[in-house]
């Protein structure tokens, strides 16, 4: 089980969920609303769960 260093609040969980669900996934959320965070949470758990090896960030 994926341990949080910072608690989610329930919408960043949900969408962290809602992703792990597909192979595919977009996070399509208001600004404001923890996108980072549930990103991060999210390559942080398939990289502890050994299915990726890297990622690659591309930001404005």
Do not use: C, W
């Not at 960043?12 to 404001?32: I, P």
């Not at 991060?40 to 769960?49: C, E, M, P």
């Amino acid at each position: 089980m994926y341990q949080y260093k910072t608690k989610p609040y329930q919408h960043q969980r949900d969408a962290l969920n809602k992703g792990a669900l597909s192979k595919n996934y977009a996070y399509f959320m208001e600004m404001g609303t923890g996108k980072t965070k549930v990103i991060i949470d999210n390559v942080a758990y398939l990289y502890q769960h050994k299915e990726i090896k890297e990622v690659i960030v591309i930001a404005p």
